[in-house]
């Protein structure tokens, strides 16, 4: 896996076989466009509103849990109207459920009062009923009132008072505000419901129908991006009245398949190797079986053309990191068992396939971490067993964890500084790269010897031809006047400031073990404290005792899930990326057909 070698590839034609030429294009789906001229804003607002309603429409239908069987031809399927009717239909079914839930809400408030039916208003003669729902304990409160009232109905909680007037009752008639239960009787509220439901439900069966063409759908959608983005293709060559130009980047083993078509069209074609004031877009190479490391390595950054493909490397640190987190054979067995549940469902496709062969990857160095530090879900293996055998590491001796999870770091950062290295190999800025390995090799070496004997001699040595590898050879700034040169050792200053950021990064490798000891902890608070309340309450201990070895190692694994992805990511984007990477890249994008295409 590396980043692939681009060309610049030409290509100039007639303008009368332009269109076909950026199909052919698009079809091979190898060429990362290059604008030669600035395409109106309007294009993409254009298709903007189409595509956002199709969007729309295909979200609510795509949440119908059992689909209808998909119609795939239909020569008459109008996509524009068929998205129409499913958006009105959405927009009917959501007034009719907000009416159904009102209803519903209404009824709740209206059922302790009983069925009530209002007399006709003139048969009031201008009086009105005001409704208060009065705790029992103000039940006294009522012989204060001088109109008119009546208890309608109680329970053990409250009154359901009417009080009779004219005017609205002043607002501290009562202890507590009036009720507003409206004019429509129970009953009459209960029916409306009825039809509500009836309603939805014949709205939700309509939906399902429509799934039939989701498909249909679908297909339309990525024939119209496809449409769309050749359009936009064509506003971003150099015209005249009868040539055109097209540009762009392209593989090295894709060139061949573009001058075979332009020598059959009579097209020229002209191509270059990328200049040193160019900014290549970065296409890394990978087989599909490599997926998931590319997705990792893109994730955070895109690595800068010039520079070097991390993701194989991040497809080995990133399990180990996670590994060391998690600290527990049993919770990565969960986590192997897991993904062997869902191990269909995960591989319906090679990228995801991809990543479930990284999520077994790091189930299994999660339960080999486990057995080597000696924890199944927070439980110790017998002396003398064959497991105590494979235990090889103790969490709680602190000065060894620590140091190697130092020892991770430092080998973590300097590989950064070796990629860095290679990449810097014809600029002398290399020597600088050169001279961290240094600074951090000979930092570890003065630590781990105690900064005595013959290794702490080397190590300050080379601590010290580091710091000035760095200090000379940091700046690539040119000499053009004496003065130049106080400015490139202004920088190697600058850079060997560096060094207690160096000193925090490696530092920052220490969470592998502190988390680590957190969740292997947490993991044996929890079985102490389910063994204490199984013998604490006789009889139903046990009870005690599942429930809180469930929920306490649910709990824990879940935050062990969280911190091992968190930070196992954290130490590759952050510290890592940091010493890798001295610039940002472009992504590559292909100018392609979309994969769901109709044509395709």
Known sequence: MSIAQLKKLTLIGQVKDKTCALKHIQMLGCMHLIPLSNPPAELEKAATPNAEKSLKALRFLNTVVNPRKQVRRDPHFNVQLFTKTVLELQQKTREVSDRRDFLVARIKVVTPWGDLVFPAEEALAGYHFWFYQLPLKY???????????????????????????????????????????????????????????????????????????????????????????????????????????????????????ITNYAKKTDMATLIEEPAWNETPPTLLKDTEEHAAGVDLALFYQVPSYRSWDPSLFLAVSFPLFFAMILADAGYGLVLLVGLFAFWKHVGTSPKLKSWRQLVFITSLASIAYGIVIGSYFGVAPSEGSSLAHLHLLNLNDFDTMMKISIVIGVIHIVYANVMTSWVNRKHRNVIASLGWIGIFTGGLLLWLSGQQGIQAQIAVALIATGGFGVLLFTSLRPIVKPTDWLWRLFDGVKGLAGIMGAFGDVLSYMRLFALGLASASLALTFNQLALDAKDAIPGTGIVVFLLILVIGHVLNFGLALMAGVVHGLRLNYIEFYNWAFQEEGIAFRAFARNKESKNE
């Open 139 to 257: 039940r006294s409160s009522l012989y204060e009132v001088s109109q008119p009232w009546e208890i309608v109905a109680s329970n053990n909680q409250f009154l359901f008072v009417v009080v009779i007037a004219i005017e609205e009752p002043a607002a501290n008639l009562l202890p507590v505000p009036r009720e507003h239960i409206g004019a429509i009787p129970l009953q009459r509220l209960e029916q409306h419901l009825e039809e509500a439901e009836l309603e939805l439900e014949a709205l939700l069966a309509e939906r399902q129908a429509l799934t039939r063409k989701l498909t249909l759908l679908r297909s339309s959608m990525s024939e119209a991006a496809t449409q769309a983005e050749l359009h936009y293709a064509q506003q971003q060559t150099k015209d005249d009245e009868e040539m055109f130009v097209l540009q762009g980047w392209v593989a090295e083993e894709s060139i061949e398949e």
